[in-house]
C-alpha cells in the first residue's frame, strides 16, 4: 500500500524533482551547454602513488589532503564516455592495480580502484558539453 502511494505521488508530480530525477536534470542540462574557460593547470603534477595511471588527456587543476586521503582534481577535455574507457583502460594497462567497480550513467561515472598501496575511486562528471570533470580520491590501503 505505502509502495502504490509513492508511486502515485510521483506520478502526480511529475515524476521529475520530486522522485530523485532533479539533480540528473540539472546535470543533463549542464553536459549539453558550453564550457567556460578551463581551470588553470597546476604548475607541478600532483603526488601520486608509484605507478597510478595517468591518461594523457588529463589536466591536472588541483590537489589537497583531507584527513589520510588526497584528493586530485582535474578534466579530461572531451565527453563522459571517453573519460571512462580511457581510465578503464588506462587501470587495465597499469602493473599493480585493479579495477574493484565500476560504474557508468549518461552524465557521470565511476572508477573504484586499488594498487600502488593505496584504494580509491576517479570519479568522472561531464560538466559541459567538452569537458569532463575529473576527481580523484586515494587512500591508504
Known sequence: MVRRVAVLACI??????????????????????????????????????????????????????????????????GEIDEAFDGYEK???????????????EEVDAEVNFSGGSSTGQVKLLQTCKDRTSVTITIRPA
Open 12 to 77: 502526480a508530480l511529475g515524476a521529475g524533482v520530486a522522485c530523485g530525477g532533479g539533480k540528473d536534470k540539472g546535470e543533463k542540462d549542464a553536459a549539453s551547454k558550453a564550457c567556460p574557460a578551463a581551470p588553470a593547470e597546476l604548475a607541478k603534477a600532483p603526488k601520486l602513488p608509484t605507478g597510478f595511471p595517468l591518461p594523457a588527456e588529463v589536466t591536472f587543476t588541483g590537489t589537497h589532503r583531507v584527513g589520510p586521503s588526497t584528493i586530485v582534481t582535474g578534466y579530461w577535455a
Open 90 to 104: 588506462a587501470f587495465k594497462n597499469a602493473s599493480g592495480y585493479e579495477i574493484t567497480k565500476d560504474e557508468h
